[in-house]
């Protein structure tokens, strides 16, 4: 095995396996990334990532453990920032879409999680995201934006799944949703503001 790239060693090595993980676990199946190649782009030996996380299924939890952590700092974050319930709405889900964009594995991963039922995203969505959801969905009913008719809990969900299969299209994503950004259909669901970026 050649040697570490230049600079790697700036970052601790178990950050350097968890972020090449993380690419890796997002580009394939479980089955098919290999932890050679995990540890070739993480600049170690086969033995030295084995030495951080004892095995595949161990880094593989450990790659979704942080997505999930980073993303609920994130939502933390967002609804600390307060302002009426619209606001820290149209600000959760601005962070949703920005994470989204920024950690580009963790839709196909979490997707995979959730169809195949192996490893700890489905406890994740349960233990960690459903209440949150819980918590949106009471706010924009107490906001009363939605029409009575209107399914705010179906509603969430039918943005949260559009915006995971989008996020995991690559090249399919433009000749399928086009150029319209999702948080203008948020915002036009939810009674927002349709103009300016997702709120920061």
Same mark, same amino acid.
């Given at each position: ?34 932890l050679?190649?995990?540890? +070739?782009?993480a ?18 939890t ?7 952590e ?12 307060? $302002? ?6 149209? +600000? ?22 959730v ?9 994740h ?70 103009? $300016?970026?997702?709120?920061?």
């Open positions: 095995m050649g040697r570490p790239r230049s600079g790697t060693h700036a970052v601790p090595t178990p950050t350097r396996i968890l972020d090449a993980a993380e690419v890796a676990f997002g580009a394939h199946p479980f089955a098919l990334a290999r050679a190649e995990i540890g +070739r782009d600049g170690v030996r086969r033995s030295s990532l084995l030495y951080h996380f004892d095995s595949k299924d161990a880094l593989h450990a790659v979704v453990d942080r997505l999930f980073d993303l609920i700092g994130s939502f933390t974050e967002a609804v600390a920032q307060g $302002g009426d319930l619209m606001a820290i709405i149209d +600000r959760l889900f601005g962070t949703w879409l920005r994470f989204l964009d920024a950690r580009p594995a963790f839709a196909p991963v979490v997707l995979r999680g169809m195949d039922g192996q490893g700890p995203v489905r406890a969505l349960r233990d960690r995201l459903v209440p949150l959801l819980d918590r949106i969905e009471g706010w924009i009913v107490q906001a009363g934006v939605v029409p009575a008719s209107v399914s705010v809990r179906a509603a969430l969900l039918q943005i949260g799944s559009d915006t995971l299969v989008r996020a995991s299209a690559g090249p399919l994503q433009q000749p399928l949703w086009g150029s319209d950004h999702p948080i203008v259909t948020v915002r036009r669901l939810f009674d927002l503001p349709v103009e $300016g970026p997702p709120a920061g």
